[in-house]
């Protein structure tokens, strides 16, 4: 389990995962950090990391988190996925989507 601060000096952070996920796949790494950045979250993801928490989170919540993560899970610190949520459903409301319906075959809506 390493827990990973984003802001460490030297080799990225997310090249560090990178270069531990690629020689130990099963190490679980969570990112540690100060940072409330959708960018950082999804590159963390994408990099292979069990979760991303926030500095100012709980002691509570970064048990949870380790936890989570060594046992397979993923965890996201609330603030995080809250506005993960927000951005979903702001991108559902501007987003041209077509009905269910419309969608079928006209043999399908003969069947229906």
Known sequence: MIL???????????????????????????????????????????????????KDSPSAQLVAAVRDAFRGGSYLSPRMLSQLVHDFRSRIKTANRMPRFATLTSREREVL
Not at 19 to 40: G, I, S
């Open 4 to 54: 990973m601060d984003i802001g460490m000096s030297g080799l990225s952070s997310f090249e560090a995962t990178r270069q531990v996920k690629k020689a130990r796949p099963e190490t679980k790494v969570l990112f540690l950090t100060m940072y409330d950045d959708e960018d950082y979250l999804v590159e963390g993801m994408e990099v292979g990391a069990s979760g991303y928490v926030l």
